[in-house]
């Protein structure tokens, strides 16, 4: 009886979802400035000493210029996360800037650590993102207009507007991570084989080498 009611609680703890598993864990103090020079531990990095931190840690202007859309998508992604403000170490918090250019996107990826709370500061932003059910959910937003991405799901934002476009965005964890789809497919080191991806998209193998030429690999 004993053993059937331990599975039983077992099995249930398994498969709903725990607090301590859906964000960042909590802090055990008031503040953990992260040192960088270390290796991250199960729960960030290891604290900079008390006598060294100071006023200036708590501060950042990470965000505070455009970032270079000089690139093949025309957009920027500029993260305040523990690597670029290591005070955010273990309060389970970060932020990205994102500057379009005209027609930028910020390409489908998905955050595997954290939900995405973002808004539109400027211009005209058509935001998406599909389910595990494969439902594709969107709308164009504009000026103080907010979105909300879950965890993990697959989202892309876009300029849809004649000018410029900005928008930031707030994660409930320090490093949310990211997996950019393009650059996950067809830019890793060493390269995907060919095979797997001309399978998965049904094209031929000098479709393949064509898209991995465009991002380096």
Do not use: W
Not at 19 to 40: I, R, Y
């Amino acid at each position: 009886m004993a053993l059937t009611i331990f599975i039983f609680y077992f099995l249930l703890f398994s498969v709903l979802p725990s607090p301590l598993l859906c964000t960042d864990p909590d802090p055990l103090q008031d503040f953990c400035v992260a040192d960088l020079t270390a290796s991250p531990s199960i729960n960030g990095f290891p604290c900079k000493g008390a006598s060294s931190v100071t006023s200036v840690d708590f501060f950042s202007n990470v965000l505070a210029h455009k970032g270079n859309t000089s690139n093949v998508f025309d957009s920027k992604v500029t993260a305040a996360n523990v690597l670029a403000f290591p005070a955010l170490n273990t309060l389970g918090i970060s932020m990205n800037r994102v500057d379009f250019e005209p027609n930028g996107l910020n390409p489908p990826h998905s955050h595997p650590r954290a939900t995405e709370l973002g808004i539109v500061l400027e211009g005209k932003v058509l935001v998406g993102f599909v389910t595990t059910g494969n439902v594709f959910y969107s709308k164009v937003l504009t000026n103080g207009e907010m979105f909300v991405i879950p965890r993990g799901l697959v989202h892309f934002q876009k300029n849809v507007g004649k000018g410029t476009a900005l928008i930031v965005t707030s994660f409930n964890s320090q490093q949310p991570g990211v997996a950019v789809v393009p650059t996950t497919l067809f830019a890793t080191e060493p390269s995907i084989p060919n095979e797997v991806l001309g399978q998965t998209f049904q094209v031929e193998d000098t479709v393949v080498e064509g898209i991995k030429s465009k991002f380096g690999s």
